[in-house]
T-cell receptor, first 114, second 113 residues
Framework: DQQVKQNSPSLSVQEGRISILNCDYT??????FLWYKKYPAEGPTFLIS?????DKNEDGRFTVFLNKSAKHLSLHIVPSQPGDSAVYFC?????????????FGKGTHLIIQP | KAGVTQTPRYLIKTRGQQVTLSCSPI?????VSWYQQTPGQGLQFLFE???????NKGNFPGRFSGRQFSNSRSEMNVSTLELGDSALYLC????????????FGPGTRLTVL
């Protein structure tokens, strides 16, 4: 039973355009959401997070939107750059740190085309 | 400040053997979590240690175990290895015992033959 779902295994976007990565969750107890970026042969690196009391968080080119009623969040990257090509993981935790640690989606491979 | 380090980076074992992986968290971080990453399953939580105590455990068989030392360094052990244990094992550290922002190490690539 996947509690965090990233339904697009891969996404191809032209350089300079907007990249939108989507994530859906089923556990209504999740109250904190994170996005991680992973290059091959490296561990994931934290990108941006959002608490359930907010619906938007912005950091430079990266913006995360949270729609609690739809149990959906998205990561927007504007403008997309070649160095953004990586696998992006959506993760969620519930109050008190999470009985299951962070719950991750399976990742979306973002490919930025020149 | 040094990041999370994991040793060894690569490991090849045969079925039935056991293996121990090591993780050194960022200085000052007291929480260490372990994850298994496979192509089909993504990142799956194994367990979390905080102040030498296992705080949370994921849905893995008892062959997977771990411990944390007083200096916050952590080890995980897998006994009676199976082919399906081949994966990238990631360690992550954080300051507090939460599921919030964690800093990941580069991982240990385990191949079971």
């Amino acid at each position: 039973d996947q509690q965090v779902k990233q339904n697009s295994p891969s996404l191809s976007v032209q350089e300079g355009r907007i990249s939108i990565l989507n994530c859906d969750y089923t556990n209504s107890m999740f109250d904190y959401f994170l996005w991680y970026k992973k290059y091959p042969a490296e561990g994931p690196t934290f990108l941006i997070s959002i608490s359930s009391i907010k619906d938007k968080n912005e950091d430079g080119r990266f913006t995360v939107f949270l729609n609690k009623s739809a149990k959906h969040l998205s990561l927007h990257i504007v403008p997309s750059q070649p160095g953004d090509s990586a696998v992006y993981f959506c993760a969620a935790s519930d109050p008190g740190g999470g009985a299951d640690g962070l719950t991750f989606g399976k990742g979306t491979h973002l490919i930025i085309q020149p | 400040k040094a990041g999370v380090t994991q040793t060894p980076r690569y490991l090849i074992k045969t079925r039935g053997q056991q293996v121990t992986l090591s993780c050194s968290p960022i200085s000052g971080h007291r929480s260490v979590s372990w994850y298994q990453q496979t192509p089909g399953q993504g990142l799956q939580f194994l367990f979390e240690y905080f102040s030498e105590t296992q705080r949370n455990k994921g849905n893995f068989p008892g062959r997977f175990s771990g411990r944390q030392f007083s200096n916050s360094r952590s080890e995980m052990n897998v006994s009676t290895l199976e082919l399906g244990d081949s994966a990238l094992y990631l360690c992550a550290s954080s300051f507090g015992p939460t599921g919030n922002e964690q800093f990941f190490g580069p991982g240990t690539r385990l191949t079971v033959l």
